[in-house]
């Protein structure tokens, strides 16, 4: 069991912030079954891969108005994805699960990952059958151990809590925009695959174009506002690596894409705009390599999950230009309602 | 600089921090110490009498992955079962039966029939139904400590029998141990 539970108490860590001990044996579950792990897994770390997508889709402009040709931007933003209550606890349900079940009754509610940090005495207890009959009585579904549900991290209680204004995920993001022709902006986003002292890597690419619309419309020096339609999408890719032969690992891929309508008006330094549009996101999630269980049996990428979000999306925000410098907030109402404060330059 | 830009990506993804509370959880499991009583050595004895004895160690059996971090253990419940008994002759056969741990004792029953018995609750946490004196119960609750210490425990059987016993029999001790772990 141990030698099979260090990974999966990085990937706990990883994905839950764990330290030192996971509460769920996570190596036991999948000596019964991935998917028990998987389901488990799922649920709880739903709110930080849900919030990763939303936020993904966020910070892309600070005004409605493009550049002019070869006017560019340089923007570094901080977006936070409020994980809403409903998703601070998920429903444990015994049916969902073979080997792995809660005695007081036929489902519990549990937290998730961004659920409240509770103590033990608050956190009912999850039971897994001897599945293995590890006592060798022929009893399979007698209980083998109980522990507490895994708590949520209680991030708005901590340092992070500190720095965000809600319980939220958040997603660090930074962006290059480049004016091109006919009232065109490419925003580029692209963190070249990084190695982390050979233990992960992480890469970020990045595209959108903003057009300003407002020029083919009838009457234009005479329209007061400034009325854009923006797309663009964010690809993310990090692989963490378990052992040195790079043969075990958790990889992350996410994607998300925005299509908007915007529209701005520059009032003396500051420029009020709203935009609203469709966006969507997903992520995969996998455990990968070959993995040697105590029990005789090995597993090979056992863990792999995947989120989906999609629905429309309104932001409105306001953008303070002092000389070449942007001070931007931006509040979007969607599923998981995302803040984003940035920081950059402008020029033309 | 790499390691700072993996830092601040990681910032965002691996959710930094925690609650005032941190991790903590509690982990049960069952432990059983069992014994086998063996006719043909109960009834040798003159006075059909068998002192049982075993040395266990439940931190280290059944609490090894988590005894390093744990900041408190109790023993939620006593239970006891004795089975596999074959009464071939029909005849009632009555045990005086008691239980120490460490030499204190922890459970002292007179007047038993030897029988199988189904499992038998003899104590439980909060529960007033117990059939352990409250010295017994002081006992009980301060095995904890040995476990938390990681000492063995020396549980030992005394049956004394009216007559003696047709078949061997099992005697089966199950303690519900529960750890409160505190992460780091």
Redesign the interface.
Known sequence: MKRFFKPLLIFCFLAGGYSAKAQLDLGLLLEAGSADANTYLQNYMAPAFRGLGFGMNGGWYQTAKPHKTLGFDLTVSLIASKVPAADEFFTFRNSDFNNFYYKGGSSVQVPTMFGPNLGADDLPQLTVKDFNDFDGDNDFDEDLISISAPTGLGLDEGDLGNLLPFNSVPVPMIQAGVGLFKGTDLKLRFIPEQNVEDDATVSLLGAGLLHDVTQWLPGEKLFPLSISVFAGFTRLESEIFFNDEKTQSMALEANSFMAQIIASKKLFIVTPYVGLGYATSDSDVSMLGTYNLDNGNTVVDPINFTYENSGFRANVGLTLHLAIFNFNADYAFQEYETLTVGFGISIR | M??K??S??L????????????????????S?VAYNVSASAVNAQPGNALSLSQSVNFASDDFD??IE?AEAVKIDKLTFEFKDYDNTSGVLVFKDFSLVADDQSILSLTGLVVEDTGVVLAYEDGNPASLLSAAQVATIEGLGNNILGRQAITFKVDVDFTDDIDSDYTIELNFDVTL??K??
């Open positions: 790499k390691k830009l993996y601040l990506f910032a965002s993804l691996l959710l930094l921090g925690c609650g005032e509370v941190g991790i903590e959880f509690d982990v049960t499991k069952t059983t992955e988590y971090d409160r772990v992460g780091d």
